[in-house]
């Protein structure tokens, strides 16, 4: 495990939830976590894995999945090296495993992509359920 996803829960539908992502020290470094292009996933039971947001090395460019906007927001703290995922007005078809991932190669003009493929650095992944 080189990043650690928290945050996850039961909720109802119509919570909110604020999911955080972070380097596990012992093996990808918080240096190159700050300077990674960081990507949330999710994947849901009998579903394949589909990106769901991501942001910039510099925090400044994000990336959504069209079902979430509006609704979820990322973001990055500087300060503590955190990636954050802010989940608003869930619903159940938000329930599913949520996984952050880093692309350990980036520079500073690597764009958000959206393929699982582009990032090479996982987290377990933290548990969402909404309840209606």
């Known amino acids: 495990v080189q990043l650690q996803a928290s945050g996850g829960g039961l909720v109802q539908a119509g919570d909110s939830l604020k999911l955080s992502c972070a380097a596990s020290r012992s093996t990808f470094s918080n240096y190159a976590f700050s300077r990674s292009v960081v990507g949330w996933f999710r994947q849901a039971p009998g579903k394949d894995r589909e990106f769901v947001a991501g942001?910039?090395?510099?925090?400044?460019?994000?990336r959504y999945l069209d079902s979430v906007k509006g609704r979820f927001a990322i973001s990055r703290d500087k300060a503590k090296n955190m990636v954050y995922l802010q989940l608003e007005s869930l619903s159940p078809d938000d329930t599913a495993v949520y996984y952050c991932a880093a692309n350990s190669r980036s520079i500073l003009t690597t764009p958000v992509y959206d393929g699982p493929e582009m990032y090479d650095v996982w987290g377990q992944g933290t548990l969402v359920t909404v309840s209606s």
């Open positions: 942001v910039s090395r510099n925090g400044a460019d994000t």
